[in-house]
């Protein structure tokens, strides 16, 4: 009965729902510059490697470390965001981290030594890790259910957009100047430039946010009510902006007190909620599969199997361009096919091609320059040719599933007590397991070899099928209100 009441009201709702789309859109092209960010942050460091090398002498697991360095600030960052975030509010979080994603654009260009640079990546970090959880957070509690998957797809689309104008900016940077190791502009190396770039857009981020409204279930949560109804009423008119809120009211009241770590354990089974591992699960599987190792190495990555810097670069930027076609697919379908589709299908395609990379690898034969002493993979032309492209389309099969879809369902599946504790672990999970593979692929680069290094990433793809067929449950259509945990 109480099910049959809730579909009825469910209609009623969309009957009388007036969504003010270009408020929606607005606030949600805001939220996902953090998303932006995020991918230029992550991916500025994919061109600055040789440079970082040159400036700081680090090699192998000091190159390593430098470039991972961020990670371990994404780890900590995500982790603090969502439980701060119910302290003091999603607006609040993203805030903070547009501040800091300044102070680490600016540090990480000015860095002398090794030590230095590290602080200002972990910093940077620190901005993507509490960004890349709170922005679909944001957008969950405020998008309409029956679009809420692609409006929360727009945060991927941002991330790849911002990847690629990171690549594009390198690229050219390194163009004028000859080498990320050269001088470019007031004396400066390219490199230090190729940061710098992104204080424009951290700036235009910070100053946007003050121009949106809090989340209104953050704003219920904290028994702020009149201010909930003014926001949803903006967003959806006032009749249905008083029925949403107080849905959001009943939602909470069912177990209304201070979240906290003890929510995420079912004192019934007298285990951890099952809804919990299954957020780990995702968070991990998305980088086991290996994708950063594209986005952060993929210079250094085909220049190892032959191809010049100003090649690989380009590479980089035609590999950036395939991810925003693939994550717009996603966008059309992840509200029509659904999330776990999505998830199975892109599973599958990323493991045949990365193991055809790993074919094209295996065939090679390591050649050192006399001169350089530097070893390099040679492939002939036709196992270069497909390794390029069964990278790019393992890129394409990555962004048009696992790359969106894992971080709409993170910011819904949770029940909205714990929302901000689920994505705390869940961010910390991803970030760790993404911390774990950035760290370690050079040293498996340097001692086993591309084709070992890709074979561990194709047996992650393979598991994350079954995975996702056994565990992940369907959310596509449901309000928040009514994901159960």
Same mark, same amino acid.
């Given at each position: ?78 982790? !603090? ?73 727009? @945060?991927?689309?941002?991330?790849? !957009? ?60 904290? @028994? ?17 902006? @008083? ?32 809804? =919990? ?7 991990? !599987? ?13 210079? =250094?990555?085909? @220049?190892?199997?032959? !191809? ?178």
């Amino acid at each position: 009965m109480n099910e049959l009441l809730r579909l009825k009201t469910k209609i009623i709702l969309k009957t009388e729902e007036k969504v003010n789309n270009l408020y929606v859109i607005g606030i949600t092209l805001v939220a996902t510059l953090g998303g932006f960010l995020f991918g230029f942050d992550s991916g500025v460091i994919n061109g600055t490697v040789k440079g970082l090398e040159s400036a700081f002498n680090a090699e192998d697991i000091g190159s390593g470390f430098n470039v991972a360095s961020m990670l371990l600030g994404c780890a900590v960052g995500a982790f !603090f965001a969502g439980k701060l975030a119910d302290a003091y509010g999603r607006r609040s979080m993203l805030i903070l981290s547009a501040i800091f994603f300044i102070i680490s654009a600016w540090g990480s260009g000015i860095a002398t030594t090794s030590p230095e640079f590290i602080v200002y990546r972990i910093i940077g970090g620190l901005a993507v890790g509490a960004a890349s959880v709170m922005a679909p957070a944001y957008i969950a509690e405020i998008a309409p259910a029956r679009f809420r998957g692609a409006l929360a797809t727009v @945060q991927q689309v941002a991330i790849i !957009f911002g990847l690629f104008m990171s690549f594009l900016s390198n690229y050219l940077l390194a163009d004028i100047s000859g080498s990320a190791e050269n001088i470019l502009w007031l004396d400066y190396q390219t490199w230090r430039w190729m940061f710098w770039m992104e204080l424009f857009p951290a700036a235009v981020f910070l100053i946007s946010l003050l121009f949106i409204p809090e989340s209104p279930r953050y704003l219920v949560a904290k @028994q702020k009510n009149d201010k909930a109804v003014k926001v949803l009423s903006r967003l959806y008119g006032a009749v249905v902006g @008083q029925r949403k809120v107080d849905e959001i009211d009943a939602s909470l009241a069912k177990d209304h007190h201070k979240p906290s770590w003890s929510d995420l354990y079912d004192k019934t089974l007298g285990r951890i909620k099952p809804i =919990v591992w299954i957020g780990i699960g995702l968070a991990s !599987f998305q980088q086991f599969v290996g994708i950063n190792v594209v986005f952060y190495y993929g210079s =250094v990555l085909w @220049q190892a199997v032959g !191809f010049g810097e100003n090649d690989a670069l380009l590479i980089n930027v035609v590999s950036g361009a395939l991810s925003i076609g693939a994550v717009a697919a996603a966008l059309v379908l992840v509200d029509k096919v659904g999330r776990k589709p999505l998830l199975v299908i892109g599973s599958v395609g990323m493991s045949i091609t990365l193991a055809l990379v790993v074919v094209a690898f295996t065939s090679g034969s390591l050649v050192t320059n006399p001169e350089t002493g530097d070893t390099t993979l040679q492939l002939s032309d036709s196992m270069g040719m497909l390794a390029l492209i069964a990278a790019n389309l393992y890129v394409v099969f990555f962004n048009a599933s696992w790359g969106p879809v894992m971080w709409v369902m993170l910011g819904e599946m949770f029940p909205n007590q714990i929302r901000g504790l689920g994505l705390a672990i869940a961010g910390l999970a991803q970030w760790g397991s993404n911390f774990l593979v950035t760290l370690t692929f050079p040293m498996i680069l340097g001692s086993a070899g591309l084709a070992v290094a890709y074979s561990l990433y194709t047996v992650g793809a393979i598991i994350s099928i079954f995975f996702v067929i056994k565990y992940v449950y369907e959310t596509k259509g449901k309000e928040l209100e009514e994901m159960e945990g």
